[in-house]
């Protein structure tokens, strides 16, 4: 068949959607040219298989430059998804080729062996900090000038499992085990961390350092199985391999990474500054094909990544370390001798960071602290004057250290300026921060974080930033302190001075363009003008990088679906007043979720806050017969088992926010959910002093910031909730839009953001009619 495209060797299923072909077609020539294929697919048009078919093919051309496909998802339901498909792939690949090499990225804590026991005085909470002081204690005591080499530690690791066992004390797998089993597969270890004489050591760690080759060269080197081999990796795969070796999983994760041919992580592993600089940087150029997945959280997700903070404990900490170093010097000066201060010497001579500038910087640090307690009094003093004796009743609160609507310099920088706080101080602070890192591990064995470098890093780019897409202020999150003074705001708060980006489309297009090409695709990225703009798409096209475009709607037969905008009044603010007010907005909307909710079968109810979910729960429980469940701001446990309730047993109705966990991202399939109702477009609240500094942030880049920024977005999440519900071929559901917004045009009607073939399906019912428009549907499916 001379007509068969290459890629159908790689592709998972007999044969592709119509769709799929073409867009698979698409991405392919577009990332032969360097390009993007910017794909909005709705459900059941097989984005993940199209794009790990674009993917591989470009990969296993020899002439294409492509090494690997690197996989970028917000949801973890679509993590799980492209594993399932690259599996599939695998599954069905022709005799002839070798299975794609595939590995997931997951945290240390999902991958040490401790954490996973919680063994070695090791948890989840504290993995990172427990886990970096032992890898460092391990690499000084192997390192040049150490005790003894990794593979005697290891070894002697060996040895006491290998004691304890002939001796007869092995305990199996359960807790008490005298050696570690971990994921179903037993170690060559006890099972807890080991000791060098009084050094506590990772075994796991020095078993990686053993195995790599000496001279300090390929780390894959140290990977004990054949990745080429074994189709895709997953997280607890990884776990017994790594670990049942004797190595350590996340650093055997950390060489598998270039080495594979399908890496799939989140958006932290190619936009957060500090994992790509210690972990995934060797993903991050052109011989990588990217795959963007729910791209539509692409924007807000980087804006928070990309946005930094420095809390005022982390000020505390910073200066209390950098005494800690400065004090042996001071004591020395004073005619006592210290070996920590001959340590502290060398280590400053050996740097370039001099005693003068540590104490600059420790003082700097302190007035800092000082101006920021002055100015939270201040404001608390002038806006509640009662607060030291209601501490308990204080809300979260945001501080601007300018104008949100008004570019400038911040009260901060201004005040630094004022104070003789000049360039020097603020662009040595991360230089200090690194070296007060390095010599206090050195001082000690202790696993704290120190907080030195990120305060130096995130000050630093706090003076460098502009001051017109970046916005600074002092935010307040309630806690509360016993330790802390009573009548101090600390009793109640905890402080930071936060960093924004507001604008984060160059960092996006920065970070897309350092890609030799790919997918970027979601549900819901119409319209698509709009997304090329804020992701920075459009400049990657004027630099000569092609930016493809695709939209395909629900391919499933159309009848099995009623989809309608209800002309009900606009749920604005203004409109509906606060949540238990008996206005007629509040009531038109009552009437109309309770029209659909009061049907057969599940049925989700979508909102623009949690306190509107609240309200509008109370209300409906009042009026239906079946339960009525809220989903309020929770973790994930208490959500898990929510939508456990919700999907057990006979029909329910589940109320919550649109800007919540539960209306994208999860699997209603087959009877889970019979029907959706947005109430009104979930604009986020304007009045917060970080929203009005994004909207005059976009303002001045395109033609309209409030529409770019806040109703372009908050359409798109409620596409997304209307999204659950038609999953498959065979399913059949209704889909409202409930607000006049959706359904007809004003001046600030929605009905343009929806794209062209949405528009044509979402017709307009006036919301005395909705009950007549579900009667009939429900006749038409009851009749096939």
């Not at 696993?447 to 000050?459: E, K, M």
């Not at 806690?479 to 936060?498: C, F, G, K, V």
Request: with cysteine.
């Amino acid at each position: 068949m001379t007509d068969t495209p290459r890629w159908a060797d790689v592709f998972g299923h007999d044969e592709p959607y119509p769709e799929q072909a073409d867009g698979i077609d698409a991405a392919v020539d577009a990332a032969t040219d360097g390009g993007f294929l910017a794909l909005e697919g709705a459900c059941g048009t097989g984005k993940t298989m199209l794009a790990l078919t674009a993917g591989i093919d470009r990969v296993r051309d020899p002439d294409s430059g492509f090494e690997r496909v690197f996989v970028l998802t917000s949801v973890k339901q679509q993590l799980r998804q492209f594993e399932t498909d690259l599996e599939t792939i695998n599954a069905n690949l022709p005799e002839e080729h070798a299975p794609v090499s595939g590995l997931t990225l997951v945290g240390k804590a999902d991958v040490c062996p401790y954490a996973r026991r919680n063994r070695g005085g090791i948890d989840r909470e504290n993995v990172y900090e427990r886990c970096e002081g032992l890898r460092e204690r391990t690499r000084n005591l192997t390192g040049d000038g150490g005790e003894t080499t990794a593979a005697a530690l290891a070894d002697e690791a060996r040895s006491q499992q290998i004691g304890l066992s002939d001796s007869g004390s092995d305990a199996g797998n359960g807790a008490d085990a005298e050696y570690m089993t971990v994921a179903g597969e037993p170690t060559p270890y006890p099972p807890d961390t080991e000791t060098a004489g009084e050094t506590e050591f990772c075994p796991f760690y020095a078993g990686f350092l053993a195995d790599r080759p000496e001279d300090g060269g390929d780390p894959a080197a140290a990977v004990p199985f054949d990745a080429a081999e074994r189709g895709h990796v997953d997280t607890d795969e990884l776990v017994r391999l790594a670990a049942g070796h004797g190595s350590c999983p996340h650093s055997i994760m950390g060489a598998l990474v270039p080495e594979v041919e399908v890496v799939i992580g989140n958006y932290y592993h190619a936009f957060d500054p500090v994992t790509t600089g210690t972990f995934t940087g060797a993903l991050l150029d052109e011989s990588t094909f990217v795959v963007c997945d729910e791209a539509h959280m692409l924007e807000p997700r980087v804006r928070d990544l990309v946005s930094d903070a420095v809390a005022d404990a982390s000020l505390r900490d910073a200066v209390s370390e950098i005494t800690r170093i400065v004090q042996p010097l001071s004591f020395e000066t004073e005619g006592a001798e210290s070996d920590d201060a001959d340590l502290v010497r060398a280590e400053l001579a050996d740097s370039d960071v001099s005693r003068d500038e540590l104490e600059a910087v420790r003082e700097f640090y302190a007035d800092l602290r000082a101006e920021l307690d002055r100015r939270i009094t201040s404001h608390l003093d002038a806006e509640r004057p009662d607060w030291r004796a209601s501490m308990r009743e204080l809300d979260d609160d945001v501080l601007p250290l300018r104008d949100p609507e008004q570019p400038g310099v911040d009260a901060i920088t201004q005040w630094a300026d004022e104070a003789g706080y000049g360039d020097r101080v603020w662009a040595r602070a991360p230089a200090v921060g690194a070296v007060v890192e390095r010599i206090l591990d050195s001082l000690s064995e202790d696993d704290a974080r120190r907080a030195a470098p990120g305060v130096g890093r995130t000050l630093n780019a706090w003076y460098r930033e502009d001051h017109t897409d970046f916005f600074r202020a002092i935010e307040l999150d309630r806690t509360h302190d016993e330790t802390a003074s009573p009548d101090s705001w600390q009793r109640a708060y905890n402080a930071r001075l936060a960093l924004h980006n507001c604008l984060p489309s160059e960092p996006i297009g920065e970070r897309l363009g350092a890609f030799g090409g790919g997918v970027v695709m979601s549900a819901t990225l119409e319209p698509m003008d709009v997304f090329r703009e804020v992701t920075g798409l459009d400049h990657l096209e004027a630099q000569g990088r092609p930016v493809v475009e695709r939209t395909y709607g629900l391919s499933f037969p159309p009848q099995n679906r009623a989809s309608f905008a209800v002309d009900a009044p606009k749920f604005t603010h203004q409109n509906r007043g606060v949540p238990g007010e008996e206005t007629g907005t509040r009531l038109a909307h009552v009437d109309a979720a309770a029209t659909v909710a009061g049907r057969e079968g599940n049925v989700l109810v979508g909102t623009p806050s949690y306190a509107e979910a609240t309200w509008m729960a109370e209300a409906l429980a009042e009026r239906l017969e079946k339960p009525v469940l809220l989903d309020e701001s929770s973790g994930d446990r208490a959500t898990e088992s929510l939508k456990d309730d919700f999907f057990a047993g006979d029909g329910k109705v589940l109320v919550t926010s649109l800007r919540g966990t539960l209306t994208e991202g999860v699997d209603y399939r087959g009877d889970r959910l019979s029907a959706a109702v947005v109430c009104g477009v979930p604009i986020i609240n304007t009045a917060r002093p970080r929203t009005r500094a994004v909207i005059t942030a976009y303002d001045r880049r395109f033609d309209s910031g409030f529409e770019t920024a806040l109703t372009v977005p908050a359409v798109r999440k409620a596409r997304q909730a209307v999204g659950r519900v038609i999953r498959g071929p065979d399913e059949h559901g209704v889909r409202v839009l409930l607000d006049a917004r959706y359904a007809r045009e004003s001046w600030n009607s929605v009905r343009e953001y929806l794209p062209a073939h949405e528009r044509e399906e979402y017709q307009p019912v006036s919301p005395d009619m909705l009950g007549l428009a579900l009667d009939r549907f429900e006749r038409r499916v009851e009749g096939e």
